[in-house]
């Protein structure tokens, strides 16, 4: 059996230097990109790494009112907060909020994103999340880049709302407080969940294997093969606890 004393072998006792550019950030919905990785993006602004930043869908039923004004008033706060946060170019995809598919023409459009970024690194939501527009958006991402011919980049997943398996951690303690300041400007959402308290939860979480003087860190999960599929992630992660060696 595997070693269930050492907890090293399921997650990260130590910080990595942040992932090469440029980035590519697919996020589900505007203000998941500062929910999941605020933090990293601050640290890559600071450090003069170019990042995309894709609003897959409309956003429209995040919220009460006329549908129209709630997909306009989303995207006014993405381009706020894609600002504070330094990124370098803005993409909306448009896709349908909560009707989200893997289709030729979705694919199509993150695949050309991405050669548009001509990303090093790829960052797409946890496949273990709760909403279904995340869900979607990890095997949206991951159908794409598995069709692109020669490309050479790294895949990582994000955390939004949910913990999942991680192998790399950003120490994101100094840039904290200003990402906890990007959040509020989602303004729209606030009033719809305790997004605030769940972003600066899962970021207190992941310092659990830090030292005591780091209080926000932010966790993924670096793909190492490209033939594996979402699926075989999910199961190896979720039973390498487990496992026969």
Not at 14 to 19: G, K
Not at 101 to 118: A, D, G, R, Y
Not at 158 to 184: C, G
Not at 223 to 228: G, H, N, Q, T, V
Request: charged share 20%.
């Amino acid at each position: 059996m595997s070693d269930m004393h050492d907890e090293t072998s399921v997650v990260p006792y130590h910080t990595s230097p942040l992932p090469i550019g440029p980035w590519i950030v697919f996020a589900p919905h505007a203000d998941d990109e500062t929910f999941g990785m605020g933090g990293s993006l601050l640290l890559a602004r600071d450090q003069g790494i170019e990042t995309h930043v894709v609003i897959v869908t409309d956003g429209a039923l995040g919220g009460e009112g006329e549908k129209g004004a709630i997909v306009t008033a989303r995207a006014e706060e993405a381009r706020r907060a894609c600002q504070a946060l330094g990124i370098s170019q803005l993409h909306f995809m448009g896709q349908p909020d909560r009707s989200l598919q893997v289709t030729e023409e979705t694919t199509n459009m993150v695949t050309k994103l991405i050669n548009l970024s001509n990303a090093a690194s790829v960052f797409f939501p946890t496949p273990l999340e709760y909403h279904p527009d995340h869900r979607v958006t990890a095997n949206l991402v991951w159908s794409s880049v598995a069709q692109m011919v020669g490309f050479k980049g790294d895949l990582y997943s994000y955390e939004i709302t949910t913990q999942a398996p991680i192998n790399l951690l950003i120490d994101t303690t100094d840039v904290a407080a200003e990402k906890y300041d990007v959040v509020n400007l989602y303004a729209t959402q606030l009033t719809q969940s305790k997004y605030l308290a769940l972003t600066q939860a899962m970021d207190t979480a992941r310092t659990f294997t830090l030292a005591l003087d780091r209080h926000a860190a932010e966790g993924y999960f670096h793909f190492a093969a490209r033939d594996e599929t979402l699926e075989s992630y999910l199961l190896e992660s979720t039973s390498k606890f487990f496992e026969k060696k």
